[in-house]
């Protein structure tokens, strides 16, 4: 089993800049695909950006430029950086591993989940 935490969330101003932090642990993810998700109240929960077990990317046109994903295998942790937020950004973010190394931006086909960590952007 993997466990999964997330930390990093809180209030930052439009423009701003943010670093999620999800730390593993239970198993090595280094193999594993990773993705971050994000629920805004009253939405469904939708894919943000992935990394393959390759270090291959996969990102939504909204975050192209501005948000990146990292590992840090030897701390077994992942990171989304995020910069130039915007209101629109507000969600909660959560992150998941995935078994298979390859990412998929349905949430059903994550096994393992972080409770989530909230990112409110001010105007």
């Known amino acids: 089993q993997v466990q999964l935490v997330e930390s990093g969330g809180g209030l930052v101003q439009a423009g701003g800049s943010l670093r999620l932090s999800c730390a593993a642990s239970?198993?090595?993810?280094?193999?594993?695909?990773v993705a971050w998700f994000r629920q805004a109240a009253g939405k469904e929960r939708r894919f943000v950006i992935g990394?393959?077990?390759?270090?291959?990317?996969y990102d939504i046109d909204s975050v192209k430029g501005r948000f990146t994903i990292s590992r840090d295998n030897a701390k077994n942790t992942v990171y989304l950086q995020m910069n130039s937020l915007k209101p629109e950004d507000t969600a909660v973010y959560c992150c998941?591993?995935?078994?298979?190394?390859?990412?998929?931006?349905?949430?059903?086909?994550?096994?393992?989940w972080g409770q989530g960590t909230q990112v409110p952007v001010s105007l």
């Open positions: 239970g198993r090595t993810i280094s193999g594993y695909a």
């Open positions: 990394l393959d077990w390759n270090s291959l990317t």
């Open positions: 998941n591993a995935r078994e298979k190394g390859y990412y998929s931006g349905d949430p059903k086909n994550y096994e393992y």
